[in-house]
């Protein structure tokens, strides 16, 4: 993946989340900078990318697991509670970039032997648990760039223009 295509990938991450400032598209490369060096993933690096991304708009929470309840337009998200033990979950399965089980908020198990398929469903796992308080789909798309990167997939990105192809994705949860 060259500059280019990763400035245009940060570029459509950022506007799904209607944030259109150059800033925030440098502190989005710093963060994949970190993130893309890495082999496995761990909480620590989650919590890095996050902080990276959220520090300049709202540094109260950024790195921070949520400690409030959240909703996603009408879906409730997982108690604040919970949201520990499902990412350390979501480590285990996803955090060495090799992605061929899922489990869901409900505990359901799959193999999965398309890796396409297997990178979209840890992006969608990642994004039911919604850890933060704000920034989990642009911290969310980072993971999923780097499960892409860490499985040998071809770039691809969330197009804004396409974005309701994408929210499309999480009906399943």
């Excluded at 919590?47 to 991304?53: A, D, G, S, T, Y």
Aim: proline share 3%; aromatic share 12%; with cysteine.
């Amino acid at each position: 993946m060259n500059n280019t295509e990763l400035k245009l990938f940060i570029k459509h991450s950022n506007l799904i989340e209607n944030i259109e400032s150059e800033s925030q598209i440098q502190y989005s490369i710093k963060a994949w900078k970190y993130i893309c060096k890495k082999k496995e993933l761990t909480l620590k690096d989650i919590l890095k990318v996050h902080k990276i991304i959220m520090t300049p708009l709202w540094p109260e929470i950024a790195g921070k697991i949520r400690t409030v309840g959240v909703r996603v337009g009408s879906r409730i998200c997982p108690q604040f509670e919970e949201v520990p033990g499902l990412l350390d979950k979501w480590i285990y399965n996803y955090g060495k970039g090799v992605t061929v089980v899922t489990h869901n908020i409900v505990g359901k198990e799959e193999l999965i032997g398309d890796m396409e398929k297997a990178c979209k469903c840890a992006h969608i796992s990642f994004e039911s648990i919604h850890p933060f308080r704000d920034g989990n789909g642009r911290t969310g798309r980072l993971l999923w760039l780097w499960h892409r990167f860490k499985l040998g997939l071809t770039f691809a990105y969330v197009d804004y223009n396409e974005r309701y192809d994408y929210y499309n994705w999480f009906a399943q949860i």
